[in-house]
């Protein structure tokens, strides 16, 4: 009896507390909605109109891994959102500054189950893209799920959904970041939770957190800081959106501009039907947010459902041999190389994500029974070329990188990779690496494989391959062969060029980490022009 009367009280005192922490959600929530405008206020809004500006930078693009992040881009935009319909029109002016300078003018609309782009706005078109005249494609599942979710990270109506739907509410307890404590709640949305942290002299939200997977940290937490909240048509905005990448600021938006329900025209929240039919829903499995996201900041993303190729355009990954037993993985956006040794083989870069390197060792195995991956080498720390890091380590294989990346390699894999959607959790920590100072050679006794630290303008410690017996080179970034040759010779393909008179290598050939393969003659000839 005793034990079950305390029990009783045991359980009663859980109960009372999840209900006290339930009733402390829904009082930060209901103070919140006050904050912005109130429920009336809100619930009367049927759309809304927002100008603004948006600044970008992007941290694993930089010149010195770990460095410098490089500034990516400079856009104006106006948005439109029908709050009854959940249709969503962004329209862009996009200045690139990084990898090249550029403009891209383009049209987003988002609705609950499709998303479209008109325009071009990105490097990296696809098929569905370049076929369209005027240049126009549906969204990918994965860029629609990314849109929907920022767009109601962003929402002025987001405490009021989260008022009225209480069953999706928990307690967060406190989150302290920047040594400010916020009393904070849970969120569960459609496909992401979002963590809400309140001001608590003004109640209004704070912070709006995700906890993302990034290929190249791992375990990412991606922030929303709103501040500067200014009254726009009646409603409380916040005129200031700092976006922080664990900690880090990567994106900043500025309001300029906001109105509730002026009328918009219906078609301009209108997909066309000829991309509307057969366009992607969001995706039911993990949506690696970070990827998609950040590829747009500097305008080279691949909108597709597979993030390594474009699905309409190619049937996926395949090798293509270009002397016996060097393989290039072609087929999408980023390209590897693989070596054939006596009893292993060795890698060049893992390119996207570990779904990309898991494709790569899966059709290694098939194609190279018994031989494992001993070295991986990567060319740089660009995060579109080592995302894939995780998977080849995971195996057993050996780092190599460029002097001055070891480090910074070494705190990779050392970060908690939880979240990873395609590799189990392990300790990569003791992964060995070796850092090429100058040059490196690896041999089987019959094959040699060289690897070269060459001063550039695109990375530091930047290493390209070389295959002696079959004459060939491999480069990433620095020279994407098979594109036409510029005029002119330009600074990355010079510096490939003095880096292979330094080290007094002849190649014939050279395949690319994009591109495809070319002669090297050409670019030798223009460099000494
Ligand atoms: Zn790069």
């Given amino acids: ?17 999840a209900t006290m922490m339930g009733q402390q959600s829904q009082a930060l929530v209901s103070r919140a909605v006050e904050a912005v405008g109130g429920a009336d206020k809100l619930a009367a809004v049927k759309t809304l109109s927002v100008k603004g500006t948006v600044r970008q930078w992007e941290p694993e693009q930089s010149m010195v891994a770990g460095g410098e992040m490089r500034f990516a881009c400079d856009s104006t935009f106006e ?3 029908d709050v009854g319909s959940r249709a969503a029109r962004i329209d862009w002016v996009r200045k690139f500054a990084y990898p090249a300078p550029r403009t891209f003018t383009f049209s987003e609309i988002v609705t609950p189950e499709a998303g479209y782009v008109a325009g071009i706005d990105s490097n990296g078109r696809t098929k569905q893209s370049l076929d369209a005249k005027p240049p126009a494609h549906a969204m990918s599942g994965l860029r629609l799920a990314a849109s929907q979710r920022e767009l109601l990270r962003n929402s002025s109506l987001l405490t009021l959904e989260m008022l009225k739907s209480p069953d999706r509410l928990s307690s967060a307890g406190d989150v302290t970041v920047g040594g400010v404590s916020y009393p904070a709640v849970d969120y569960r949305g459609a496909a992401q939770t979002f963590t809400v942290m309140f001001d608590r002299t003004t109640g209004l939200p704070a912070r709006i957190r995700t906890l993302d997977y990034d290929s190249v940290w791992g375990d990412v937490t991606y922030d929303l800081v709103l501040s500067d909240w200014k009254a726009m048509d009646g409603l409380q905005v916040a005129t200031t959106r700092k976006y922080e990448l664990n900690g880090r600021m990567v994106q900043e938006v500025k309001i300029t501009e906001g109105k509730v329900n002026a009328p918009i025209a219906a078609a301009r929240l209108t997909i066309p039907d000829a991309f509307k039919a057969g366009a992607s829903k969001p995706p039911t499995g993990p949506v690696p947010y970070q990827w998609v996201i950040r590829r747009q900041f500097i305008g080279t993303y691949l909108d597709s459902d597979v993030p390594s190729y474009d699905t309409r355009a190619t049937p996926g990954l395949r090798f293509a041999e270009l002397a016996p037993g060097v393989q290039h993985v072609v087929g999408g956006s980023h390209h590897g190389l693989i070596v054939e040794m006596r009893d292993h083989l060795i890698v060049f870069d893992a390119p996207v994500s570990d779904w990309h390197s898991n494709w790569v060792l899966g059709a290694a195995r098939a194609k190279f ?29 050996t780092l190599v990188v460029g002097k001055g990346n070891g480090e910074y390699f070494r705190k990779v894999l050392a970060a908690p990779s939880t979240r990873n959607p395609d590799l189990a959790v392990r300790d990569l920590s003791r992964t060995e690496i070796i850092e090429v100072a100058d040059k490196r050679v690896f041999t089987d006794g019959q094959r040699e494989v060289h690897a070269y630290v060459i001063e550039n303008p695109h ?3 930047l290493l390209i391959g070389y295959i002696p017996a079959a004459r060939l080179g491999f480069s990433t970034d620095i020279w994407s062969p098979g594109a036409p040759l510029p005029d002119k010779i330009n600074p990355n393909l010079a510096a490939l ?19 495809s393969v070319a002669d090297y003659a050409p670019l030798a000839a223009l460099a000494a022009k």
């Fill in 497 to 515: 060029v003095a880096g292979v008179k330094k080290a007094g290598i002849s190649p014939v050939k050279f395949a690319g980490g994009h591109g």
């Fill in 1 to 17: 009896m005793k034990r079950a009367a305390f029990l009783l009280a045991v359980s009663l005192a859980v109960v009372s507390c």
């Fill in 79 to 81: 948005a439109v959102v």
């Fill in 369 to 397: 029974p018994g031989k494992s991956v001993k070295y991986l080498v990567l060319t740089h720390h660009h995060m579109d070329h080592v995302g894939g890091v995780r998977a080849y380590v995971a195996q057993g294989a």
């Fill in 459 to 461: 990375a530091a410690g």
